[in-house]
């Protein structure tokens, strides 16, 4: 069967397929061009994100926006996602059964944007979707290449809350980013 956007947008409403389902005010499907070179990846929504049903919103969102604004890049021109839908209680990660019963709808978000580049944000998103012994502390920045896709990771923007002395660090890799676009699009 080939799905639509509205398709997995009307799966991720209804699904009952974790606990997690049980929990949720709003599933938090991704946002952003559905035509993005870019596509981000997190582990899981946050407790804002919870509430509006929208991907980085709160402190979170203020410094990826200012990430991005950094090197040149907006919202609009990217599309941002989680590997998991819901949000998990207390924000612990995301449980691998969480993870697998969401995977599916990353799979086919990745297959209608078919981006030229996947960016994973922290070590969850990184360990599931580049390898699962990655190491964000020693591997962010580094560039794989699969599938015709460059992917890379870095730390999420909550650990820059938490340490705001990896802000240029990060915003180091996401100018990386906006620079590997332009290589990728000529």
């Known amino acids: 069967m080939q799905y639509t956007w509205n398709d997995i947008e009307q799966h991720i409403a209804a699904c ?6 049980r929990t949720r005010n709003r599933p938090v499907m991704g946002r952003g061009s559905r035509q993005a070179d870019i596509m981000l990846i997190a582990e899981a929504p946050g407790g804002q994100e919870d509430q509006q049903g929208i991907p980085f919103v709160g402190r979170s969102g203020e410094i990826l926006d200012s990430l991005l604004r950094d090197c040149g890049l907006t ?6 996602t989680n590997i998991v839908k819901c949000h998990p209680p207390g924000n612990r990660d995301p449980q691998n059964e969480e993870k697998e019963a969401c995977f599916p709808y990353l799979k086919y978000e990745t297959y209608l944007l078919k981006p030229k580049i996947i960016v994973c944000l922290g070590r969850v ?5 580049i390898s699962a012994d990655f ?9 794989i290449y699969r599938k015709n896709c460059a992917l890379t990771a870095t730390y999420h923007p909550s650990a ?6 990896k802000y240029e660090m990060v915003r180091e890799v996401f100018c990386e980013i906006a620079k590997k676009r332009m290589e990728l699009t000529i």
């Open 160 to 165: 820059i809350l938490r340490d705001s002395s």
């Open 135 to 143: 190491r964000i502390t020693r591997q962010h920045g580094t560039w």
């Open 75 to 80: 919202r609009e021109e990217i599309y941002i």
């Open 16 to 21: 009952t397929c974790c606990p997690l389902s």
């Open 125 to 129: 998103a990184a360990q599931r979707i």
